[in-house]
């Protein structure tokens, strides 16, 4: 089973999930991070970078990108990771990589691919969820064994995104992203989650049957998962009581 964390706020659940980076990195100091955009993992971001630890050695994988946007475009993910995520945390920009960012994109998803395996694979990987249950970009009917690729976004998710374009009609129509199945070979998997409008969609992913409709249900596959969620988008889980009792009560050597 996950390890499920309810907390109070997205404050506090950005201090849990910097407390499992920060002892990994304590043990490997060149950890390899799966990076992921989006606002749910920006009070993880804050909460390391309030920490000053030396990261500089820390190697970074981002989990997917749009095709198609003008390089440098600011709301690229490129982007989106040098602003939020490498400049804060005092990362190292040559050690972090995007899908895509090198080679011809027709052989970009086998070259990232290639590229997790020579660094050793991917130690942690940060997840958010998106309102379609997608994980990365892996939109509904995404295989469970899916590599990095090329998907078509769903309109939803491009409604969803258009807050960061000047309209829908700027948002990609394509993108390039980690598959499930590149997910699932990380060492653990830390999925964020904050906000009633995430509450059904977060039920699904832990609790609900496994299936590609909801693509973050992967996660059930995983032996090694912290799923961290506030109050409200933890408000439907049917075993919430077991989980904050378990989680108070977890021995020694799982802290
Ligand atoms: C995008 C990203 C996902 C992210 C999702 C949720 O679609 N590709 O990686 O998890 O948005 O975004 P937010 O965290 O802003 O709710």
Redesign the pocket.
Known sequence: MAEIVIVRDADEAGEVAADAIERLISRKPDAVLGL??????LTTWAALAKRRLDLSRVRGFA??EYVGLPEGHPES?RAVIDREVVEPLGLTPELIHVPGDSGPIETAGADYENAIHAAGGIDLQV?????TG????NEPGSSFASLTRIKTLTEQ?RR??ARFFSSLDDVPTH?I?QGLGTILRAHHLVL??FGEA?AETVAGAVEGPLTSRLPGSVIQLHPRVTVIVDEAAGSRLDYADYYRFAWEHRLDWEK
């Open positions: 992921a955009t989006g606002s749910t993992p989990l997917d993910y997840l958010g969820l998106g309102r997608h994980i990365g970009f998710t969803d995104n993108c992203t964020l989650a995430k």
